[in-house]
């Protein structure tokens, strides 16, 4: 199975700032990874496919980028609705493997 | 607006077998563009997928859990279901099942490729294993 891990684990950052999440794959998988939001309590939701693709309607301050092993998730503006658990997922090779998750909270 | 209704007991007992159904309204499973997947979080933890169904009733599951699990399609009610056999604690999660958008196609100058996303989600049952 390729092995998903993402960093930090957890953050906090204050409302309009930038933040990054990063996701590595154990092996090449060139950009065959979506990314997922998790509100506590609800289904995840996708937000990126293909590495960097903005799923309709979500908004544009969400972005992905990366190809090979190394992915970065980034909010360029934070704001308050944004606090959930983001996942990163690759799809190159079944399984499909999801990263453990990166919280994010409001300072 | 598609929507996918997860259903079954909440409660197994140990040893015993999962059975959950998903409903989806507002698209069709007969639908070649999309697979039908299950995914499960544990309390607290991760994301796994369990597997996923085409509407011809071919399936792949995740080798983990392959000796124990069975998804199978009711194109006629519209529904797809997981059987998952002799559970223990460690099955305690929140159940979900989602739809896959998949496609294939070939970006110019490179070499053939298939997407697959999970677009749309249930909301998620938990199903507790205790005696």
């Given at each position: 199975?390729?092995?998903?891990t993402?960093?930090?684990?957890?953050?906090?950052?204050?409302?309009?700032?930038?933040?990054?999440i990063t996701?590595q794959?154990?092996?090449?998988?060139?950009?065959?990874l979506?990314?997922?939001?998790?509100?506590?309590?609800?289904?995840p939701?996708?937000?990126?496919?293909?590495?960097?693709?903005?799923?309709?309607g979500v908004?544009?301050?969400?972005s992905?980028?990366g190809?090979g092993?190394?992915f970065?998730?980034?909010i360029?503006?934070?704001q308050?609705?944004?606090i959930?658990t983001?996942?990163c997922?690759q799809?190159?090779?079944?399984?499909?493997?999801?990263g453990?998750?990166t919280?994010?909270?409001?300072? | 607006?598609?929507?996918?209704?997860?259903?079954?007991p909440g409660?197994?007992?140990?040893?015993?077998?999962?059975?959950?159904?998903?409903?989806?309204?507002?698209?069709?499973?007969?639908?070649?563009?999309?697979?039908?997947?299950?995914?499960?979080?544990?309390?607290?933890k991760?994301l796994?997928?369990?597997?996923?169904?085409?509407?011809?009733?071919s399936?792949?599951?995740?080798?983990?859990l392959?000796?124990r699990?069975?998804i199978?399609v009711d194109t006629?009610?519209?529904q797809?279901?997981?059987k998952?056999?002799?559970?223990?604690?460690?099955?305690?999660a929140?159940?979900?099942?989602?739809?896959?958008?998949w496609?294939?196609?070939?970006?110019?100058g490179?070499r053939?490729?298939?997407?697959?996303?999970f677009?749309?989600?249930g909301?998620?049952t938990?199903?507790?294993?205790?005696?």
């Open positions: 199975d390729i092995q998903m993402q960093s930090p684990s957890s953050l906090s950052a204050s409302v309009g700032d930038r933040v990054t996701c794959a154990s092996q090449d998988i060139s950009n065959y979506n990314w997922y939001q998790q509100k506590p309590g609800k289904a939701k996708l937000l990126i496919y293909d590495g960097s693709n903005l799923e309709t908004p544009s301050r969400f992905g980028s190809s092993t190394d970065t998730f980034t360029s503006s934070l308050p609705e944004d959930a983001y996942y997922q799809y190159d090779n079944l399984p499909f493997t999801f453990p998750g919280r994010v909270d409001i300072k | 607006q598609v929507q996918l209704q997860e259903s079954g409660l197994v007992k140990p040893s015993e077998t999962l059975s959950l159904t998903c409903t989806v309204s507002g698209g069709s499973v007969s639908s070649g563009s999309y697979y039908w997947s299950w995914i499960r979080q544990p309390p607290g991760g796994e997928w369990i597997g996923y169904i085409y509407y011809s009733g399936t792949t599951y995740n080798p983990s392959k000796s699990v069975t199978s006629s009610k519209n797809f279901s997981l998952l056999s002799s559970v223990t604690a460690a099955d305690t929140v159940y979900y099942c989602a739809r896959v958008y496609s294939a196609y070939t970006p110019r490179s053939p490729r298939t997407s697959y996303y677009d749309y989600w909301q998620g938990l199903v507790t294993v205790s005696s």
